[in-house]
């Protein structure tokens, strides 16, 4: 097990975000958090890395707990990839690609070698793209310089919030196909926050549906289309079985 989760809980003054959450990631798997909008998974995502402090509970990382350290070292052995990317403007994209290997005090050699490594692996070689700024990037090209940044420090884990808002379709399916492949080669585990069932089914290995602050159903996506736990699971469903159904009857009932 690489990281476990254990009765996180938070509240905003009378509101409680998020309720007693438990859960475990094993290396090299991904799991997806899935809900409505205010269902608790994102401030379950930020108090994994500890941009939220949790009222209750405990995350345990690689044997160590997050409370065992200071937050700023604790977020350095986390990838976190969030909406828009979040790139520094005022920064170039090699500069914003290298913060935490800089902050972790790699050599010059070894920063520029990394450097080199992830925007070659992202599509966008160092050469043609390093010495830009984020404001000259497109939304997919400044979103892939951000799983870069989110992979430069080589942590076991990466958190990503959303990484497919606001994309359009083929680039969204561009960005899934690049985390899949990285996910492959470079072999870390992942939590991925999403509001769509299809972006979870192409990248998790489980799916934890959220509502309410509370996981009510967790396990394979098999499981949760054969064996739908309540009416928010099922209602998550929809609108990726009608996709399935329209597309069966636009090319017959031999597509599967």
Known sequence: MLLRAERLTKSFGETLAVDRVSFSLSAHETIALIGHSG???TTTLKMLNRLIEPDEGE???GGVSAFDMPGHEWRRRIGFVIQHAGLFPHMTVGENVL?????LGWD???QAEKLNNLLDMVGLPASDYAGRYPSELSGGQRQRIGLARALAGEPEIVLMDEPFAALDPLTKDGLIEDIKR???ELGFASVLVTHEFSEALRLADRIAVMDAGQIVQIGPAEDLIQSPAGPIVEEL???PKAMADRIRG???KGWS
Do not use: E, N, Q, Y
């Open 39 to 41: 269902c608790g998974k």
């Open 237 to 239: 469903l929809k609108a």
């Open 99 to 103: 913060v935490t290997p800089a902050l």
């Open 250 to 252: 636009a090319f017959g």
């Open 182 to 184: 990285l996910k492959s």
């Open 108 to 110: 010059k050699a070894r």
């Open 59 to 61: 995350v345990v990382l």
